[in-house]
């Protein structure tokens, strides 16, 4: 489960998707309605919000408003709850790791996005907010 702090603009088609599935399983985590993937390292900063169900609502609307700009019909009625605006705080080295994890994916399966995400600024997902500091404990190496 990869749930990027960058925005995902920057994702090709099939990272887009594979995003939209992993955050809604996210939410069906949170919900505790399965019971694979609770200790998911990538579900600690939800976890950490004051409200994560509403936290990954809103990471999920953002998720599925891309999704409408590309004309991809994703069920935006699977989102749950309320939304957010309480954001989450996302490290700089993470940010640059997982540029550095994105460039190298895209670079293997879409030489074309690569080209072009090469010379875009990075963009956060609407539901973090940059701050100083190295790449996140719960990120695996």
């Not at 993937?37 to 509403?54: E, T």
């Not at 991809?72 to 309480?86: M, N, P, Q, T």
């Not at 996302?90 to 074309?112: C, D, F, M, N, Y």
């Amino acid at each position: 489960m990869r749930l990027w702090s960058l925005h995902p603009s920057h994702l090709d088609a099939r990272g887009l998707t594979a995003l939209w599935r992993e955050a809604l399983l996210a939410q069906k985590v949170l919900r505790g309605l399965t019971r694979g993937y609770q200790r998911h390292p990538q579900l600690a900063r939800f976890r950490a919000h004051p409200k994560p169900l509403a936290a990954i609502a809103s990471y999920l609307a953002a998720v599925s408003g891309e999704a409408v700009r590309r004309g991809y019909a994703f069920d935006a009625r699977k989102i749950g709850g309320s939304r957010s605006k309480v954001k989450i705080a996302v490290t700089r080295g993470q940010i640059a790791h997982e540029r550095g994890h994105l460039l190298r994916k895209l670079k293997a399966r879409s030489p074309k996005d690569y080209a072009a995400q090469r010379k875009i600024k990075v963009r956060l997902h609407p539901m973090f907010r940059a701050r100083a500091g190295g790449v996140a404990d719960w990120e695996r190496p």
